[in-house]
């Protein structure tokens, strides 16, 4: 099982950013996909979800209206439009698949993350 993040940078205050994960080794339309993220001395925080049909979504109060997470299940991928950035959302984004049956995924994976840094 292998996810991979990508997309992450420096911008200033109000830009946006796309990031991707992509997987493999399980199967992946199978699986919720959620996007976490992780700001230093702070815990790890549940940033979006979405089903494995891509039907159902939830975000996190902080990021709703401004962030949007998507995926292509004929791609093995998995994205967050941010929009409208802050400072505040500065963190290592993580990408993570939950453990399902369906999927043939016996366990919670995680990417290696990507940094996301949001200042002027």
């Known amino acids: 099982v292998q996810l991979v993040e990508s997309g992450g940078g420096l911008v200033e205050p109000g830009e946006s950013l796309r990031l991707s994960c992509a997987a493999s080794?399980?199967?992946?339309?199978?699986?919720?996909m959620s996007w976490y993220r992780q700001a230093p001395g702070k815990e790890r925080e549940e940033v979006a979800t979405i089903s494995g049909h891509g039907t159902a979504a939830q975000y996190a109060d902080s990021v709703k209206g401004r962030f949007t997470i998507s995926r292509d299940n004929a791609k093995n991928t998995v994205s967050l439009q941010m929009n409208s950035l802050k400072s505040e959302d500065t963190a290592v984004y993580y990408c993570?698949?939950?453990?399902?049956?369906?999927?043939?995924?016996?366990?919670?994976?995680w990417g290696q993350g990507t940094q996301v840094t949001v200042s002027s």
């Open positions: 993570k698949a939950t453990r399902s049956i369906g999927a043939s995924l016996p366990y919670d994976a």
């Open positions: 080794g399980f199967t992946f339309g199978g699986a919720a």
